[in-house]
């Protein structure tokens, strides 16, 4: 029994294990991520900052996410690692920031066997959790879910396992109609019955449910379709058979939570609702996604946040951030930032474990869960560091408190916003606010310094 303590301590870099009593080894917590695909921080019928009127959509309708926004607390500043799935993805299981995971190319190389994950973590906690992944995988790295502590996936799956059409010169045009629109029949099916798995086996469990949808192809029940086709659009939502994926989406989305209520495990499960990364900026999206929204003659997806997908400015990586669970006050607002790579050291906490996993951008929430929205995150840098792997427009970015600094690398060109009072990020203020400017340029370039260099001989050249 020592040596085996020994051996998880040594793998999961624990500082401290301590020997649970019998009622946490009865008691553990499950977990449930739901992970939306190209989902935008507007596009629920809710709103995601009560004091921001146009954060909800003026045309999609999610009832049953409505509702469970009521039942949890809302993060109005949470954020996908990365702007594009793949990193996301990464980020997510790995508890680190795009910047030390690499790109596609470079994340394989610096994978290895060491790296905890979020299952590892929970079964170092306790041995019993069982793990599973359904859905968009997607890491491009021909990694497995199971090489990462997954009991049981899909496998390495992509995007194609989610689409109808084969052809992509019009598929921002086309829709198709199915009674399994993008496998969330399917998904959810696999999901419930892992669930009711664990609960007769009494195992505590992970759960993360990617979902195909709401990237392209845009696939719909034929009556959700009709149901928007005759509903007036709205000026920033528009596409009816978008609205009829978000609203069969959230349909699949109501319907597990209420599994999660029949089996009689609500009072000891979190459910944590987010995005991968923004909504594309249009459909079709347009290839000067960078300028500003005056640029364009209509309002932007993800109004009132800049850009979408793709991009570094809030419409790409201010998502829905949304957690259900025991101990969280309903429908509360919390103004705390919180990012994907803080999962992880969340779950932990919330399982029993040391909260200090090391090498983790990741901090635990887990008190602001249990104080009305209220608290601080303790991570290794205050700062959120991203980057997009882009050959056309690669740029790096870093928040700070109230601050946005952008870096645009083949440019040279840096922008600078105060996302406290300027949320659609219209006015630079790098010229104005200058020692502010250093002190922010001079945090993101010793970040990416220190834990991916190689960034920096890029362009230096």
Not at 55 to 74: A, G
Not at 161 to 169: D, H, L, V, Y
Not at 433 to 445: A, C, D, N, P
Request: hydrophobic residues 35%; contains cysteine; glycine residues 8%.
């Amino acid at each position: 029994m020592v040596r085996l303590i020994l051996v998880i301590y040594l793998l999961f870099g624990v500082s401290s294990l301590k020997v649970p009593s019998k009622r946490q080894l009865e008691n553990r917590p499950n977990f449930i991520l739901i992970l939306t695909d190209d989902l935008g921080w507007s596009c629920f019928s809710s709103k995601m900052d009560d004091r921001v009127n146009d954060s909800k959509s003026d045309y999609y309708e999610t009832p049953k996410i409505d509702l469970f926004i009521k039942k949890s607390m809302r993060f109005s500043k949470g954020y996908a690692p990365d702007p594009i799935c793949s990193p996301t993805r990464r980020s997510i299981q790995f508890g680190r920031t795009s910047i030390k995971m690499g790109d596609d190319d470079d994340f394989p190389k610096k994978y290895t066997t060491a790296l905890h994950t979020i299952p590892q973590v929970l079964k170092s906690i306790d041995n019993r959790y069982k793990a599973a992944h359904f859905g968009k995988w997607d890491l491009r790295a021909k990694i497995t879910p199971e090489q990462l502590g997954y009991d049981v996936s899909d496998g390495d799956t992509g995007n194609v396992n989610g689409n109808i059409g084969q052809g992509k010169e019009e598929k921002w045009e086309r829709h198709f109609f199915s009674e399994n629109p993008k496998q969330m029949d399917s998904l959810n099916a696999r999901a419930i019955k892992f669930m009711k798995d664990q609960v007769n086996s009494k195992n505590p469990f992970y759960l993360q449910v990617s979902h195909y949808a709401t990237h392209v192809d845009f696939v719909t029940r034929q009556n959700s379709y009709d149901k928007f086709k005759a509903k007036p659009v709205g000026k920033k939502h528009d596409n009816p058979a978008w609205a009829g994926m978000i609203y069969d989406l959230d349909t699949k989305i109501g319907e597990l939570e209420r599994m999660v209520e029949n089996l009689g495990i609500a009072d000891n499960t979190y459910i944590v609702l987010m995005a991968d990364n923004g909504a594309v900026e249009f459909i079709p999206p347009v290839s000067n996604k960078l300028d500003l929204p005056a640029s364009f003659s209509k309002q932007m997806r993800n109004f009132p946040l800049r850009g979408g997908k793709w991009t570094l400015y809030e419409g790409g990586i201010r998502v829905p951030f949304i957690v259900k669970g025991p101990g969280i006050q309903k429908n509360t607002l919390s103004d705390v930032p919180v990012a994907g790579w803080d999962l992880m050291p969340t779950f932990s906490e919330l399982a029993g474990g040391n909260k200090s996993i090391e090498n983790l951008d990741g901090g635990s929430f887990a008190n602001v869960l249990k104080n009305k929205g209220k608290g601080e995150v303790e991570r290794a840098n205050k700062a959120f560091f991203f980057h997009r792997f882009a050959k056309a427009y690669p740029h790096s970015a870093v928040i700070m408190g109230d601050y946005k600094l952008i870096k645009f690398w083949k440019t040279n060109k840096i922008e600078m916003y105060n996302i406290s009072k300027d949320l659609g990020e219209l006015n630079d203020i790098s010229k104005v606010e200058k020692t502010k400017l250093k002190e922010l340029e001079s945090t993101l370039m010793s970040y990416i310094a220190k834990h991916n260099p190689d960034l920096i001989g890029k362009f230096s050249k």
